[in-house]
């Protein structure tokens, strides 16, 4: 029982991290149409941005609000550069376009931060608790708790606020959110933006745990990736739901099979999602009133 | 006054409107009635800027708003209530109508309440459901909320993609009651097109009959609904 709370708290916290980035995924992709490949390079230029400045001798609770407007302000500038001129091109051109940008970022990384990996001092000294006979370390208690800020935030803004009210509009409609005088293009930069910080903050949070390099984003740009679909690539709750299974399902296989097996088995649940329920696992079926 | 000059538009490579010329006045209902596929969509879409004309002008009180983007006609005073409704189903009947005003949200807040409020006078069955998803009202209920959430941005002129479609005669009359409403009540100009031309015609002052792409003939109501062509191919009346 103490080793399955363990592991449960384990896959919350990096499934919560997925979700971020699942997040990203699902708002860029909405407003724009645009599967965005790049997404996982902000996480490996928010993680390794936030090293450089914790080096610089900035605190980390400093270091760590930059790292993140630093990348969505390199995530603003991908849209007017790179988007934005393209916007008339098919969806596979934009696609294509955005792993172009992938791999160009990847290439800055390579050449600012070289191929060492970076480590980013612990949020918090690192001592282990014991809850409920788990023991846990409190790093990942505090990653999971900012966390879940960070989701409330965002349902928050999603939900509540006129803004994200006219980005839900433009996500579920683009030509009837510009009759209504939305400027569609300008959501396209938002959606880009938050999408940015969000990849960031998903590689502020990792950091610490697993070492950052400037390759780190293939790989959890594909978890985000997986945990998206997982969820229905249109719905923001179920991109969350995706991201948190899919980092619970990492955790027991890893804990109770064997991490060897753990992204095996990851990827062929996907397999079997994409099988049965190529709608996401926590989508309702939906029809349209006539 | 609204008028439109020797307007084209094509959609990819095919050419859909021909050299158009119409005008509407200041309170005035005009419908414009065709078959399907004789180009009323895409007339409409073309003038709220979601296709950008290759040739013509469009004038609404002296303003030149043809080839401006659609977000920015909005702004200009021309609403389109598109064909299907297209409410947001996700939001709330209140963030749908707020969305109407978009331009306006930051900057006029206590405006906002007021056309809300007025909305709600308007459509009284839109109340009941206020904060409820939009995606859950019923066709006709959809369509007022279409309707309302355009009037929300102070429309100089409405259009209108066939309101009437899939709705019963009871709403429809309701609805074309409305627009009556606005026109004599606000002063709107109205553009309304139709497949339910016995409808269209009622409440229009004039209309416009399109054919692949051109108006074969325009007229007041009495005038187009008394004509034996029209009688036959749209009302359904044998002549003769």
């Known amino acids: 029982m103490d080793l399955f709370l363990q592991y449960l708290i384990t896959g919350l916290t990096v499934g919560s991290i997925y979700a971020l980035l699942a997040v990203g995924f699902v708002t860029i992709y909405n407003v724009t149409g645009v599967l965005n490949l790049a997404q996982g390079e902000f996480a490996m230029i928010g993680a390794l941005s936030c090293v450089t400045l914790v080096n610089l001798g900035i605190p980390i609770f400093g270091a760590i609000p930059l790292a993140i407007l630093i990348t969505a302000i390199i995530g603003l500038a991908v849209e007017r550069l790179a988007i934005n001129p393209a916007r008339k091109a098919t969806p596979i051109v934009l696609v294509v376009i955005t792993l172009g940008v992938s791999i160009f970022l990847k290439g800055m990384g390579l050449i ?103 390759e780190m984003g293939f790989f959890i740009g594909i978890k985000g990736f997986v945990a998206m679909i997982f969820g229905g690539m249109h719905s923001i709750p179920g991109a969350v739901a995706g991201g948190l299974l899919l980092g619970v399902i990492e955790a027991f296989s890893g804990g109770y099979i064997s991490t060897y097996y753990s992204d095996a088995l990851a990827f062929g649940f996907l397999l079997l999602v994409l099988f049965f329920r190529p709608q996401g696992l926590f989508t309702k079926a939906t029809g349209e009133r006539v | 006054m609204f008028k439109v000059e020797s307007l084209s538009s094509r959609i990819g490579k095919i050419q859909i409107l021909h050299s158009l010329d119409f005008h509407v006045d200041k309170g005035e209902i005009v419908s414009i009635i065709g078959a399907n596929g004789a180009g ?117 002129i409405i259009l209108l993609d066939e309101p009437s479609m899939g709705l019963a005669p009871k709403i429809v009359n309701e609805i074309l009651e409305i627009l009556v409403r606005i026109k004599e009540e606000m002063g709107t100009m109205v553009i309304l097109v139709e497949q339910n031309v016995k409808a269209a015609l009622k409440v229009a002052d004039r209309a416009y009959v399109m054919d692949q792409g051109k108006f074969i003939m325009n007229g007041t109501n009495e005038e187009i609904s008394s004509n034996p062509e029209v009688k036959s191919a749209y009302l359904g009346i044998k002549v003769g």
């Open chain 1, 112 to 214: 600012i931060w070289g191929t060492s990996p970076k480590s980013l001092p612990p949020l918090v000294e690192s001592k282990s608790i014991e809850f409920m006979g788990a023991v846990v370390n409190s790093q990942s208690l505090w990653i999971l708790v900012v966390l879940i800020a960070h989701l409330v935030v965002l349902y928050w803004f999603f939900e509540k606020t006129f803004l994200g009210s006219a980005l839900r509009a433009s996500e579920k409609n683009p030509r009837a959110a510009s009759l209504m005088g939305i400027n569609t293009s300008t959501m396209s930069m938002i959606a880009f933006t938050i999408a940015a910080g969000l990849g960031a903050i998903a590689g502020v949070m990792i950091a610490p745990l697993t070492d950052a390099t400037y």
């Open chain 2, 40 to 156: 009323k969509s895409t007339l409409l879409n073309t003038l709220a800027g979601i296709y950008t004309p290759v040739e013509g002008k469009v004038t609404l009180q002296d303003d030149l708003i043809s080839g401006l983007p659609a977000h920015k006609i909005v702004g200009k005073g021309l609403c389109l209530v598109p064909e299907g409704r297209q409410i947001f189903p996700g939001h709330t009947v209140k963030e749908n109508l707020t969305l109407g005003i978009y331009s306006k949200y930051y900057k006029d807040r206590k405006h906002v309440e007021e056309n809300l409020e007025r909305m709600l006078e308007l459509f009284p069955g839109l109340k009941k459901h206020y904060h409820r998803i939009g995606g859950n009202l019923s066709g006709g209920e959809q369509q007022m909320l279409a309707i309302g959430r355009a009037l929300m941005s102070d429309p100089k």
